[in-house]
């Protein structure tokens, strides 16, 4: 079992940024695939960013690709969100997820992860 609790939102103008961290337990962090979802009110929960246990690869959606960045500190079993050059169209609930996978594919559908933060607002302002 894995317990994920997020940080890190809150309220920002357009073109500022924020990060994110998503803190995990356990003790075989290394060993999960992560990810970073959003959801908008009224929307589909959404893919934003994912990286492999050992963080030497990542994978984002279009929309974020050259201005979020996903990293992980395994010693710390924290995985973060780097968001730079935000837009009003960012506004979202951001959630971290986490699925036990060595695997050599990106897990970006919400079905690929078994586990699941509670999230953290956030809002652009324009």
């Known amino acids: 079992q894995v317990q994920l609790v ?3 939102g809150g309220l920002v103008q357009a073109g500022g940024s924020l990060r994110l961290s998503c803190a995990a337990s356990g003790r075989t962090f290394s060993t999960y695939a992560m990810g970073w979802f959003r959801q908008a009110p009224g929307k ?3 893919f934003v960013a994912a990286i492999r246990g ?3 690869s990542t994978y ?3 929309s974020v690709k050259g201005r979020f960045t996903i990293s992980r500190d395994n010693a710390k079993n924290t995985v973060y969100l780097q968001m730079n050059s935000l837009k009003p ?3 979202a609930v951001y959630l971290c997820a986490a699925r036990y996978y060595s ?3 990106y897990l970006t559908k919400a079905d ?7 999230g953290t607002q956030v809002t652009v302002s324009s």
Do not use: L, M, V
């Open 103 to 105: 695997g050599g594919i």
């Open 44 to 46: 589909e929960r959404e």
């Open 60 to 62: 984002y959606a279009n």
């Open 6 to 8: 997020e940080s890190g």
């Open 89 to 91: 169209e960012d506004t």
């Open 112 to 118: 690929d992860y078994a586990y699941w933060g509670q």
């Open 54 to 56: 050992s963080g030497g």
